[in-house]
């Protein structure tokens, strides 16, 4: 059985920062892609960073030079640091992995529960 597991989200005033992390668990053999995506009610879920394997990254315009996604391939884990947090980036975080669990011949995508992100005075 795969787990991914976020952790790192609360409440954050505008202006502030905060870390969330997410590590994946199980019987995985490889591990490519990882992101971050964000989801507010009533709204599509949005991607915010991705990081390869090799740690090339890609950002949503509209977190660019705010956010840094980073990742420990041998914690199986992923970061998302964030910084000059407005109110428009309260929603509930999720990690995703396209992995490859041990014994398997394909990748499939992974999510994590997500945690909630709220950025408020």
């Known amino acids: 059985q795969v787990q991914l597991v976020e952790s790192g989200g609360g409440l954050v005033q505008p202006g502030g920062s905060l870390r969330l992390s997410c590590a994946a668990s199980?019987?995985?053999?490889?591990?490519?892609?990882m992101a971050w995506y964000r989801q507010v009610p009533g709204k599509q879920r949005e991607l915010v960073a991705t990081i390869a394997n090799g740690g090339n990254t890609n950002y949503a315009d509209s977190v660019k030079r705010r956010f840094s996604i980073s990742r420990d391939n041998a914690k199986k884990a992923v970061y998302l640091q964030m910084s000059s947090l407005t109110p428009e980036d309260t929603a509930v975080y999720y990690c995703k992995a396209n992995l490859k669990r041990g014994g398997s011949w394909y990748f499939s995508d992974y999510w994590g529960q997500g945690t909630q992100v709220t950025v408020s005075s």
């Open positions: 199980g019987s995985i053999s490889s591990i490519n892609v």
